[in-house]
């Protein structure tokens, strides 16, 4: 039992509606929310790639707009296993921006994307190292949410190592301080570290002990946040890959009814994204 094989998906949804991208030429105010806001509604690659090629069609003058465009545009390439094309793009941007808060919070961003790809790509330990500096950074610029979602990231990254009680100890340290900042998709993917984490334990442990047992409950524990989280948000693919990973959890313990009904679940979550697909054109 590996948590290796659980591939958490980056692009989210909501409805797509292009109208909702307007605010980019009628506000700079609120146009990086904007962006950010729309992009996250995505559910499929191929909608996704249309929207990008659009937005980046157009010339913004804000400059953090232009900087959030490209960084779901490294994280669609990542999400299709194009880690050379994300890195390509990732490097064009100079991590060395600057020194006022804008640009650390952007070079946090970027070194945070950085790490992940490096993990995702299967060279967790240089990972690890930008990981831990990004996490530095964020925590001597007091910018708290980018601290938590660095060291979420280094805690995934650990687990890759092997090293899934330190993940473990972390991931529970900062995750009252998650839950505090009401991010969803941040809290749903530290409770999907935490599962990972469990069930790396439980491969560990003596097959059929109490110990495993705790664990694989602990696992089964955190995939529920997970969901419930992504729920807040209508996160389908975070939701997905929660339904996914408890119905391994539970054909692996041998519940195979309770197996066959999360797949059951995760289909029904995959024809309503459909459905929603259809309505949104």
């Known amino acids: ?27 700079s105010d609120s146009a990086s929310s904007e962006a950010s806001t729309f992009l996250d509604s995505l559910s499929d690659t191929g909608s996704a790639e249309r929207y990008i090629t659009q937005l980046k069609a157009n010339s913004f003058p804000s400059h953090d707009i232009a900087f959030t465009i490209r960084l779901y545009t490294i994280e669609f390439e ?39 790809i490096f993990d995702r790509a299967g060279f967790p330990q240089k990972g690890c190292s ?48 998650i839950l505090e900042t009401e991010d969803c998709e941040l809290a749903g993917r530290a409770f999907s570290y935490l599962a990972d984490a469990y069930m790396g334990l439980a491969g560990e442990a003596k097959a059929g002990s109490i110990k495993q047992r705790e664990q694989m409950n602990q696992v089964l ?40 009904d999360c797949a059951a679940k995760y289909l029904d979550l995959q024809r309503g994204r459909r459905k929603d697909e259809v309505l949104s054109y």
Do not use: H
Not at 5 to 23: C, D, M, N, Q, Y
Not at 81 to 110: C, N, V
Not at 163 to 168: D, P, Q, S
């Open 130 to 177: 930008i990981a831990i500096r990004a996490a530095s950074l964020a925590y001597r610029a007091l910018y708290l949410t980018v601290l938590w979602d660095a060291i979420s990231v280094l805690c995934k990254i650990l687990v890759s190592l092997g090293e899934r009680g330190a993940a473990v100890k972390l991931l529970k340290a900062i995750l009252p301080q």
């Open 221 to 260: 524990e955190y995939l529920e946040k997970g969901f419930a989280e992504y729920s807040r948000i209508e996160y389908i693919d975070g939701q997905c890959e929660m339904m996914a990973k408890k119905a391994t959890v539970m054909r692996l313990t041998g519940d195979i009814v309770l197996a066959n």
């Open 78 to 116: 990542i999400c299709k296993g194009q880690y050379s094309r994300a890195m390509e793009i990732l490097e064009d941007q100079p991590e060395d921006t600057g020194t006022g808060e804008d640009d650390i919070f952007q070079k946090i961003k970027i070194m945070i994307l950085k790490a992940q």
């Open 1 to 27: 039992m590996s948590a290796d094989s659980f591939e958490p998906a980056l692009i989210k949804r909501t409805l797509p509606r292009w109208p909702r991208i307007v605010g980019l030429r009628k506000t």
